[in-house]
């Protein structure tokens, strides 16, 4: 039997997506739990419909995002912390201590939930970490984590990231006739 999801269902799909699954499941859960609705040739052309304005809707936020992912990639964040004997911060590094670094060095807010990080940085060292910002657009930023000595050695050597220009801005100025 053919559902539409009306909700995220682990192993089966997302909210919106089209599913073939036995009668059984769907009659007896997916349906009365209100997961899924029976996909009618109306029903269909609805979801195919909002399907595609989500497809739409995600190619114009990427297109508006590319400059920043461009910005993005291969940044190099250089992050301070307290660090034990043994090379274990005294607490860790989160993806809010990475977003406000990113805020702070591009000017730009990033939200803290489109940071990937599966676990907080507990030891100093080197870490690639993905930011999501939206569809296929993944840039990979490098987060250093160092001792506040090595940090302020590493930022005096560290490039700063070239400022964005804004449309119409060139390198040479304009000439009035």
Do not use: F
């Amino acid at each position: 039997m053919k559902v539409i999801l009306l909700q995220d269902v682990p192993k089966l799909g997302t909210a919106g997506s089209i599913a073939t699954v036995s009668d059984g499941y769907a009659r007896n859960y997916l349906i009365p739990k209100g997961l899924a609705e029976p996909a009618t040739p109306s029903r269909l052309k609805v979801a195919e419909q909002r399907l595609a304005a989500e497809r739409r809707r995600i190619a114009r936020e990427e297109e508006a995002m590319r400059s920043l992912a461009e910005r993005l990639d291969g940044l190099r964040l250089v992050i301070a912390a307290r660090v034990g004997e043994s090379g274990r911060l005294y607490g860790s590094i989160t993806a809010q201590d990475i977003a406000e670094k990113l805020q702070e060095t591009l000017g730009e807010e990033i939200d803290r939930r489109k940071i990937l990080l599966d676990e907080p940085i507990r030891t100093i060292g080197e870490y690639r970490v993905p930011v999501h910002l939206v569809g296929q657009l993944r840039p990979v930023v490098t987060v250093v984590v160092a001792s506040p000595e090595e940090a302020a050695a590493e930022a005096q050597t560290a490039p700063v990231p070239p400022e964005p220009q804004a449309a119409g801005e060139g390198g040479e100025p304009e000439v009035e006739e």
